[in-house]
Structures are given as structure tokens and as C-alpha cells.
């Protein structure tokens, strides 16, 4: 069973920037895409970004503009998301997840299975 564990949240003003971490255990990890949602109070889990097990291959939501970037390192079992340029609408528990089928660039959260327990962001203007 894999679990995953985010860090890096915390408190950053509009324009800043912020990177969120998340480490996982379980060799599961390495061969499946990797992806980052948030949900904010009163709203639907949103997709963030997703990445291949490979990283090769990278998807992000729509609202996301070019201003985040995601990453891992199999070998040390650890993907980021590096956000700039954050705005208070940002504001929101990031969450990390591992897809079910293990393939693919899926934006639903149903796809993905193994959920950590999340990491705030607080964007103030």
C-alpha cells in the first residue's frame, strides 16, 4: 500500500511563490502517473497537474496558465509542483495522488486512488 505524504504548504503573498512536496513510500510510486489536486472550502476537488511515471509527460488545469510546474524524482520517490505568480484564488488544500490504472494524464479524481492527507496554501492579497 502506497502512502503519500504533502508538505510545503503555508502562507504566501499574490505574485509569490511556493513549492509543495510530496513523498511517498511503496514502490508502487515509480511506475505510475503522479498528479496534484486541490480543493478549497465549499468546492469540488479541482485537477492541479499530473505527470508521467517517467515525467515525460506532463498535463495541467486550465487555470494554471504556465504559472506552475510539476516534477518527481523516482529515485527518491518524491514529486513537487512549484507555483508562481499565485493569486488568492489559489488558496486551497493541495492534495497528492497516484493513478489507479498507473498510465495516462486522467484530470478526474476518480481515476487516482492513494491520497495523502493534503497541504494548506493560503494566498492573501
Known amino acids: 500500500q502506497v502512502q503519500l505524504v504533502e508538505s510545503g504548504g503555508g502562507l504566501v503573498q499574490a505574485g509569490g511563490s511556493l513549492r509543495v512536496s510530496c513523498a511517498a513510500s511503496?514502490?508502487?510510486?515509480?511506475?505510475?502517473?503522479m498528479g496534484w489536486f486541490r480543493q478549497a472550502p465549499g468546492k469540488e476537488r479541482e485537477f492541479v497537474a499530473a505527470?508521467?511515471?517517467?515525467?515525460?509527460?506532463?498535463r495541467f488545469g486550465d487555470f494554471v496558465k504556465g504559472r506552475f510546474t510539476i516534477s518527481r524524482n523516482t529515485g527518491e520517490n518524491t514529486a513537487y509542483l512549484q507555483m508562481n505568480s499565485l493569486k488568492p484564488e489559489d488558496t486551497a488544500v493541495y492534495y497528492c495522488?497516484?493513478?489507479?490504472?498507473?498510465?495516462?494524464?486522467?484530470?478526474?479524481?476518480?481515476?487516482?486512488?492513494?491520497w495523502g492527507q493534503g497541504t494548506q496554501v493560503t494566498v492573501s492579497s
Open positions: 495522488t497516484l493513478k489507479r490504472q498507473c498510465s495516462g494524464l486522467s484530470p478526474q479524481p476518480t481515476d487516482y486512488g492513494s
Open positions: 511503496g514502490s508502487t510510486f515509480s511506475r505510475c502517473t
Open positions: 505527470i508521467t511515471w517517467s515525467g515525460g509527460s506532463t
